[in-house]
T-cell receptor, first 114, second 112 residues
Framework: DAGVIQSPRHEVTEMGQEVTLRCKPI?????LFWYRQTMMRGLELLIY????????DSGMPEDRFSAKMPNASFSTLKIQPSEPRDSAVYFC????????????FGPGTRLTVT | SQQGEEDPQALSIQEGENATMNCSYK?????LQWYRQNSGRGLVHLIL?????REKHSGRLRVTLDTSKKSSSLLITASRAADTASYFC????????????FGKGTKLSVKP
């Protein structure tokens, strides 16, 4: 398996623009997680899905953030409008069985909002 | 915060030495996991230890869990320059299947 795939790897955008991050989880995994990593706050869980259904989005910072999982092999995290404080590395991870087992992380998307 | 805390924040050792990193947490856990992150990369799972386990091994890695002290340690024996990375502990307290809480990590530097 190719592992968790994320695109793009780097994104530079201007404040106010819409940003869409993409993730393809490992085939057969039933959980998908979106994390954000910054120096100040470390790794934060934004939202996770179980069998394509959003279960907990309490980590989503505000209404500008939204996430979807239309099928088992694809998820998006959208920021609209983007702000400089959204600059971070965004990781997607997937697992089989949730946090009872290991999570497999993608390489991340480094987002810079100017 | 329920976040686990790693100690030390940074550790610098010579190749061949052992490296020990500690993680403390606040409330009872279901399991604790250790991850490694190389610079510019995603996290890689190392070991998962459940609350009813005390010690686990994987190659040069040894993880212990002391639930009475609410702490865990990760020992890397005979370290190599390739072990240079940040190491995170993550705790699962039960309940929602997504609530894995990551600490801020220990930055390990292994000098050749």
């Amino acid at each position: 398996d190719a592992g968790v795939i994320q695109s793009p790897r780097h994104e530079v955008t201007e404040m106010g623009q819409e940003v869409t991050l993409r993730c393809k989880p490992i085939s057969g995994h039933d959980y998908l997680f979106w994390y954000r990593q910054t120096m100040m706050r470390g790794l934060e869980l934004l939202i996770y899905f179980n069998n394509n259904v959003p279960i907990d989005d309490s980590g989503m910072p505000e209404d500008r953030f939204s996430a979807k999982m239309p099928n088992a092999s694809f998820s998006t995290l959208k920021i609209q409008p983007s702000e400089p404080r959204d600059s971070a590395v965004y990781f997607c991870a997937s697992s089989f069985g949730g946090v009872l087992y290991e999570q497999y992380f993608g390489p991340g998307t480094r987002l810079t909002v100017t | 915060s329920q976040q686990g805390e790693e100690d030390p924040q940074a550790l610098s050792i010579q190749e061949g030495e052992n490296a020990t990193m500690n993680c403390s947490y606040k409330t009872s856990i279901n399991n604790l996991q250790w991850y490694r992150q190389n610079s510019g990369r995603g996290l890689v799972h190392l070991i998962l230890i459940r609350s009813n386990e005390r010690e686990k091994h994987s190659g040069r890695l040894r993880v212990t869990l002391d639930t009475s002290k609410k702490s865990s340690s990760l020992l890397i024996t005979a370290s190599r320059a390739a072990d240079t990375a940040s190491y995170f502990c993550a705790t699962y307290y039960g309940g929602s299947q997504g609530n894995l809480i990551f600490g801020k990590g220990t930055k390990l530097s292994v000098k050749p």
